[in-house]
């Protein structure tokens, strides 16, 4: 191996650190740019931000804190039940999925299993390449979407769950759409580098704001479909 | 670090210091601030003293509260902004800073009610949005005023509120009514309505009346205590067949058709028989009379001749709850009468013919209990086999308790979200709020309504610790109606149904009977109850003449002497000895000074409102005139006669001059016209 | 001699004292030397390495999402322990307690908006901190720990925001409660006892809200504030924040 096949690592830390040690596999480049960046003393550069930022923050939730008042509502009284009963607003998507599913689905399977998912992210290999879905191979990634349309539209039209089943198909067509192509446009480039975690976190988010976004503000009396407007706040 | 980012640190450094000034600053602009301020500015003005002005002028801004540890703990802060409350200089100042007007509490009581527990709001609040309790988070908000007699209520439970006149007359209404036979409410637990037995309906009533009463009972009787359902016209006809299939009792069907086959009595009798008998002392006919029982206007079209006359003669025996007295007519008398209400109080534009008798349908009978079971009827009809029915309607006990979100409003969505519209439309036009309901609708007064919400809103559930309870009838009051023999006679001849006896009895009569004995002599009582007489020309209701025999009267008499006495009121207010002329010409310059003339007939002159006094000596103890003029209030609250304060020489003289009336003709029936 | 009395010589004779010098050893010129001592020389301050890169400093690198989740706390901590003074956890005086910040504390309906505001937005901003992390990469080796432990933080963050949801005991406190704690129910075998637990009994009650009270006040804020000392620390040891991916990192497989 020739000496550029370690790279050289400029370490932050001021007491001195081990050289970090780079193992580059045969099949790949050995040509890896050495990179200085530029670099600042913490104070004042850092420091001076972090109180701007510190008293931006503070700034805008007292504004925030002298226009609007928290709400207060009637002493607690267990003999007397809202209609609906909505739990902090942060919780109204596992609420909207309770309204599709049985509670042990909804209120602790899919919990545990996001919490699960969430952790395992970086220990998992397919998070760690940064390599696009569609370089997999498109026939891989078409098989791949038409098996989980099989599975994923039967199932949640068993259980009416239209608000997860539109965003979900939603994606694939958006994968789909991103199939690279001889002269793809900038948009579409971009879309065939995404790699398939990004893919799944982008589906989550979308399904989990659709689903707060709803049960806040689109969900009446017995957890009926209304307008905002005809939620008495 | 950048000119641009020194630039951006020092401006972000001045809006921060700035927006953390903010909240402070809006802290120091509450809007009690102004009102404190514009307080201090008013009562220096109206201060009687310089030195006092500067006192005022110089207060503090500061919350102010009237704190009840002892009475739920109750924080009111409502003083912080209506500062003028209790200082008299602040009369008629303008809102928030007057004066409150005084009643029995207030201003007196304020520290120990404060000002929610009567006018609703949020006590806790300093600010006016808030105190108001117009939020829609605060379960009570302020008490519209014309329903503020209802917090009275809530201690003082009695049917007769002092100083709540409001209160008292929709109690009254709910009462009359008969609100209690279909809900229950604390305190009328044991409550019967005054409505007749249907048990003799096939010997008393026509199929057809029944009908046309069914449809609207006040277009048949303006008067009418029975309210219009919404009955089906189905229904109605099932409900006639139920009526006219249940065989009368034995006992009454032989006494109705006894009367049925006596000879027809003379109606012109009949009628001087009934102004003499005082029957609109009660009874209601073409607008005059008391209207504390049935209107008998049309009564002829509505009764049987027969059952009239059985009736007469024995109210009791076709319901023993009635408050009819039993008069001790002779049979032809009786018969007189019945003429009378069965040929004059009738309904002359309706056809004579006769009707033929109805021919009840069993199978329509049998639904016909059902409608009547569904109706609640059985609430102020009782009927046989339907006493342990479950009262219809929901319980009133904790009516004022009543969150908002706990109302349906169904589909009356044009109404305010407060207790005090809902229920006042539950009370005009309770059919409003969805098809199907079963509550009646009773066509009241706009007055009316008023005064029946504010007493439904006084029927709260949340106690009041002892000390506020309001103060109970003195204990040496006899509360025992007689028992045995005279009970009995008390019974014949309903003498509660008028008069007050202890804590029961009617309000008919102004004169309770509680202390009578205390207050006449026996020889007077006897001879007044064999032959009534007209006292105070001026109210409409009379003492009827039962025709009672001697015996019962000297009973009675006895017994009033002998029981109903007070204590505290000597029999004679000379110790025994006859009053001086000296005294009796001085109670006469006494007499003329106070000008009772104005108010009491003596001699030749005087007025209508009080009691003529040329007889006093006859009927009343000088003790008792004595105790009267001492505080005429001690007897009864509502008395108008004025209280002098007299010294006790006058009181003394006054009496000797009263007690020395006599009667100058013996004629026992001088003002019985 | 006349001495001159300008701000400038009063700020010399001030950093020159005895006092200022056995608090503050550095000097206060502007020297390279000093601006590394001022960091490192600082308790609150040594989290940070001396030097950091430009490239850092820009908004698009972080977005500043967990400085400003870090701010966040500060305020609540600052106005939760104000809010403390006034609070009693038991019914129905918490309730009261509301309308007393509301009524008569000074600027208290202002703390407690502070207070509120701030705990909805730390929700919202940690969970794009989680975001930003993920679309980022952030999370890949050498930060795999650290990423675990931004996801106890999101946590813990539901978790504080639940259980000081129930704190003023009104109605959409207790039912907001009342709903989180029936889904608990559903859990196979645990689920009843788990809500016991929680609530120290069947309903949601007063046993309930001196838990949360203390889960709120003292358990989960003392865990919060360890791991969130753990997670800023190790920021620094897994060689500072990192950006979005360079474009040549991109095709980049390392650690496989």
Same mark, same amino acid.
């Given at each position: 191996m020739k000496d550029e096949s370690l790279d050289i690592v400029e370490s932050a830390d001021p007491m001195s650190v081990p050289k970090r040690v780079a193992l580059v596999r045969p099949d790949l480049s050995l040509a890896v740019p050495r990179r200085r960046e530029e670099q600042v003393t913490t104070f004042p550069h850092l420091i001076v931000r972090e109180v701007i930022l510190l008293q931006w923050v503070v700034i805008l939730i007292a504004l925030a804190s002298l226009f609007w008042d928290a709400p207060l509502e009637g002493i607690a009284d267990p003999l007397e039940t809202p209609n609906p009963a909505k739990a902090p607003w942060y919780f109204l998507g596992l609420q909207e999925l309770l309204h599709y599913f049985p509670p042990v689905v909804a209120g602790v399977l899919i919990p545990t299993l996001v919490v699960i998912a969430l952790i395992i992210i970086p220990y998992a290999r397919v998070n760690r390449a940064p390599v696009a879905l569609w370089s997999w191979g498109s026939k891989r990634v078409t098989i791949g979407l038409l098996s989980l349309t099989i599975v994923v539209v039967p199932l949640l039209s068993l259980f009416h769950c239209w608000v997860v089943l539109v965003p979900t198909l939603a994606c694939e067509a958006l994968i789909g759409l991103s199939r690279p192509l001889p002269h793809p446009g900038r948009l579409r480039a971009w879309l065939g580098l995404r790699t398939l975690p990004q893919w799944i976190m982008t589906w989550f988010v979308i399904v989990a704001c659709l689903l707060t976004i709803i049960g806040t503000f689109f969900r009446g009396p017995g957890w009926s479909l209304v307008w905002p407007w005809e939620i008495s706040l | 670090?950048?000119?641009?980012?020194?630039?951006?640190?020092?401006?972000?450094?001045?809006?921060?210091?700035?927006?953390?000034?903010?909240?402070?600053?809006?802290?120091?602009?509450?809007?009690?601030?102004?009102?404190?301020?514009?307080?201090?500015?008013?009562?220096?003005?109206?201060?009687?003293?310089?030195?006092?002005?500067?006192?005022?002028?110089?207060?503090?801004?500061?919350?102010?509260?009237?704190?009840?540890?002892?009475?739920?703990?109750?924080?009111?802060?409502?003083?912080?902004?209506?500062?003028?409350?209790?200082?008299?200089?602040?009369?008629?100042?303008?809102?928030?800073?007057?004066?409150?007007?005084?009643?029995?509490?207030?201003?007196?009581?304020?520290?120990?009610?404060?000002?929610?527990?009567?006018?609703?709001?949020?006590?806790?609040?300093?600010?006016?949005?808030?105190?108001?309790?117009?939020?829609?988070?605060?379960?009570?908000?302020?008490?519209?005023?014309?329903?503020?007699?209802?917090?009275?209520?809530?201690?003082?439970?009695?049917?007769?509120?002092?100083?709540?006149?409001?209160?008292?007359?929709?109690?009254?209404?709910?009462?009359?009514?008969?609100?209690?036979?279909?809900? *229950? &409410?604390?305190?009328? !637990? #044991?409550?019967?309505? +005054?409505? /007749?037995?249907?048990? @003799?309906?096939?010997?008393? $009533?026509?199929?057809?009346?029944?009908?046309?009463?069914?449809?609207?009972?006040?277009?048949?009787?303006?008067?009418?205590?029975?309210?219009?359902?919404?009955?089906?016209?189905?229904?109605?006809?099932?409900?006639?067949?139920?009526?006219?299939?249940?065989?009368?009792?034995?006992? *009454? &069907?032989?006494?109705? !058709? #006894?009367?049925?086959? +006596?000879? /027809?009595?003379?109606? @012109?009798?009949?009628?001087? $028989?009934?102004?003499?008998?005082?029957?609109?002392?009660?009874?209601?006919?073409?607008?005059?009379?008391?209207?504390?029982?049935?209107?008998?206007?049309?009564?002829?079209?509505?009764?049987?001749?027969?059952?009239?006359?059985?009736?007469?003669?024995?109210?009791?025996?076709?319901?023993?709850?009635?408050?009819?007295? #039993?008069?001790?007519?002779?049979?032809?008398?009786?018969?007189?009468?019945?003429?009378? $209400?069965?040929?004059?109080?009738?309904?002359?534009?309706?056809?004579?013919?006769?009707?033929?008798?109805?021919?009840?349908?069993?199978?329509?009978?049998?639904?016909?209990?059902?409608?009547?079971?569904?109706?609640?009827?059985?609430?102020?009809?009782?009927?046989?086999?339907?006493?342990?029915?479950?009262?219809?309607?929901?319980?009133?006990?904790?009516?004022?308790?009543?969150?908002?979100?706990?109302?349906?409003?169904?589909?009356?969505?044009?109404?305010?979200?407060?207790?005090?519209?809902?229920?006042?439309?539950?009370?005009?036009?309770?059919?409003?709020?969805?098809?199907?309901?079963?509550?009646?609708?009773f066509s009241l007064q706009t007055e009316e309504v008023t005064s029946v919400v504010t007493a439904l809103?006084?029927?709260?559930?949340?106690?009041?610790?002892?000390?506020?309870?309001?103060?109970?009838?003195?204990?040496?009051?006899?509360?025992?109606?007689?028992?045995?023999?005279?009970?009995?006679?008390?019974?014949?001849?309903?003498?509660?149904?008028?008069?007050?006896?202890?804590?029961?009895?009617?309000?008919?009569?102004?004169?309770?009977?509680?202390?009578?004995?205390?207050?006449?002599?026996?020889?007077?009582?006897?001879?007044?109850?064999?032959?009534?007489?007209?006292?105070?020309?001026?109210?409409?209701?009379?003492?009827?003449?039962?025709?009672?025999?001697?015996?019962?009267?000297?009973?009675?008499?006895?017994?009033?002497?002998?029981?109903?006495?007070?204590?505290?009121?000597?029999?004679?207010?000379?110790?025994?000895?006859?009053?001086?002329?000296?005294?009796?010409?001085?109670?006469?310059?006494?007499?003329?000074?106070?000008?009772?003339?104005?108010?009491?007939?003596?001699?030749?002159?005087?007025?209508?409102?009080?009691?003529?006094?040329?007889?006093?000596?006859?009927?009343?103890?000088?003790?008792?005139?004595?105790?009267?003029?001492?505080?005429?209030?001690?007897?009864?609250?509502?008395?108008?006669?004025?209280?002098?304060?007299?010294?006790?020489?006058?009181?003394?003289?006054?009496?000797?001059?009263?007690?020395?009336?006599?009667?100058?003709?013996?004629?026992?029936?001088?003002?019985?016209? | 001699m006349r001495i001159e009395l300008s701000p400038s010589v009063w700020w010399y004779a001030l950093s020159r004292s005895e006092l200022w010098r056995s608090i503050i050893r550095h000097g206060v010129t502007d020297s390279s030397r000093n601006r590394s001592l001022a960091i490192f020389q600082n308790f609150f301050l040594h989290m940070h390495p001396v030097k950091v890169r430009r490239k850092a400093l820009e908004v698009r690198h972080t977005y500043y999402l967990g400085g400003i989740s870090l701010a966040l706390t500060a305020i609540l901590a600052a106005s939760g322990i104000l809010l403390m003074f006034y609070y009693h956890p038991s019914v129905p005086e918490a309730y009261m307690d509301m309308k007393e910040l509301q009524f008569t504390v000074d600027i208290g309906t202002f703390l407690r908006n502070m207070h509120r505001w701030s705990a909805h937005a730390m929700v919202l901003v940690v969970f794009l901190h989680m975001l930003r992390v993920f679309y980022h990469g952030a999370f890949r080796p050498p930060r795999q720990f650290n990423w675990v432990l931004g996801v106890v933080l999101l946590t813990l963050t539901l978790l504080l925001s639940y259980t000081g949801y129930l704190l003023p005991w009104d109605q959409l406190a207790y039912w907001a409660v009342t709903v989180g704690t029936n889904m608990v129910r559903a859990t196979p075998v645990l689920g009843e006892r788990i809500r016991f637990l929680l609530l120290g009994g069947n309903i949601v009650g007063a046993n309930a809200l001196i838990r949360f009270y203390v889960l709120h006040c003292v358990a989960l804020p003392l865990l919060l504030v360890l791991i969130a000392a753990l997670h800023i620390w190790r920021v620094r040891k897994d060689g500072g924040v990192k950006g979005p991916l360079a474009e040549d990192e991109e095709t980049l497989e390392v650690y496989r």
């Open positions: - | 670090m950048t000119n641009r980012l020194r630039v951006v640190f020092a401006t972000s450094s001045v809006v921060f210091l700035v927006v953390l000034a903010a909240a402070p600053l809006k802290n120091a602009l509450r809007e009690y601030h102004g009102y404190q301020r514009e307080y201090r500015r008013l009562a220096a003005e109206r201060a009687p003293s310089a030195r006092l002005a500067r006192a005022v002028a110089s207060r503090p801004d500061r919350i102010e509260q009237i704190w009840n540890p002892g009475f739920g703990n109750r924080v009111d802060r409502c003083v912080t902004c209506h500062q003028g409350v209790s200082e008299p200089t602040l009369a008629g100042a303008p809102a928030p800073f007057g004066f409150h007007s005084e009643t029995a509490h207030t201003p007196v009581d304020l520290d120990q009610f404060g000002c929610v527990f009567c006018h609703g709001g949020q006590g806790l609040a300093t600010t006016a949005a808030e105190a108001h309790g117009l939020t829609r988070h605060w379960p009570t908000p302020l008490l519209p005023s014309v329903y503020l007699e209802a917090s009275c209520g809530r201690c003082h439970r009695g049917a007769q509120a002092s100083e709540a006149p409001r209160l008292s007359k929709g109690r009254q209404l709910m009462e009359r009514y008969a609100c209690y036979s279909c809900h *229950l &409410a604390r305190g009328y !637990e #044991a409550y019967t309505a +005054e409505a /007749p037995s249907l048990s @003799a309906t096939p010997l008393k $009533l026509r199929a057809s009346w029944v009908r046309a009463w069914l449809k609207d009972p006040k277009a048949l009787n303006a008067n009418a205590r029975m309210p219009r359902f919404r009955i089906e016209p189905g229904e109605t006809d099932a409900l006639i067949n139920y009526l006219f299939s249940r065989p009368p009792a034995v006992e *009454l &069907a032989s006494r109705i !058709e #006894a009367a049925a086959t +006596e000879p /027809p009595g003379d109606a @012109a009798k009949g009628e001087v $028989l009934f102004r003499e008998s005082r029957c609109i002392s009660c009874h209601t006919v073409e607008g005059k009379g008391n209207d504390s029982a049935p209107e008998l206007s049309l009564v002829g079209s509505k009764a049987s001749r027969a059952w009239l006359l059985a009736f007469v003669r024995d109210p009791s025996a076709f319901n023993p709850r009635t408050p009819m007295p #039993a008069f001790d007519f002779t049979p032809e008398e009786a018969r007189d009468i019945a003429a009378y $209400l069965s040929e004059e109080l009738r309904d002359f534009s309706e056809p004579a013919q006769q009707e033929s008798p109805f021919q009840p349908n069993q199978r329509l009978a049998e639904e016909g209990r059902k409608v009547f079971l569904k109706y609640g009827c059985f609430g102020c009809h009782p009927m046989e086999g339907m006493s342990g029915q479950e009262k219809i309607g929901p319980e009133l006990s904790a009516l004022a308790d009543k969150k908002v979100s706990s109302l349906d409003f169904g589909r009356r969505s044009d109404l305010p979200k407060t207790l005090a519209a809902w229920v006042g439309a539950k009370v005009t036009e309770p059919s409003s709020f969805a098809p199907g309901l079963k509550m009646p609708t809103l006084s029927l709260s559930g949340e106690g009041v610790p002892d000390e506020y309870q309001p103060i109970s009838a003195s204990p040496n009051r006899v509360t025992a109606v007689p028992a045995g023999d005279v009970g009995r006679l008390f019974d014949r001849y309903r003498c509660l149904s008028c008069h007050i006896v202890g804590a029961s009895g009617g309000d008919i009569s102004t004169a309770p009977l509680t202390f009578e004995g205390s207050k006449v002599t026996r020889d007077w009582l006897e001879s007044y109850l064999l032959t009534p007489y007209t006292i105070r020309g001026i109210l409409p209701e009379r003492m009827p003449f039962f025709r009672m025999n001697a015996g019962d009267a000297k009973r009675i008499a006895d017994y009033i002497a002998d029981v109903f006495l007070d204590d505290s009121i000597p029999s004679d207010a000379f110790g025994g000895r006859p009053p001086a002329q000296e005294e009796v010409a001085a109670g006469e310059r006494t007499y003329t000074r106070l000008g009772c003339n104005s108010c009491h007939i003596l001699g030749q002159a005087g007025g209508y409102y009080g009691p003529p006094l040329s007889d006093a000596g006859d009927r009343l103890k000088s003790g008792w005139i004595a105790y009267w003029l001492e505080n005429p209030q001690r007897w009864r609250e509502d008395v108008r006669c004025p209280n002098y304060g007299l010294s006790r020489e006058q009181i003394v003289e006054l009496t000797a001059f009263v007690s020395t009336r006599h009667k100058i003709a013996a004629d026992p029936a001088a003002g019985s016209q | -």
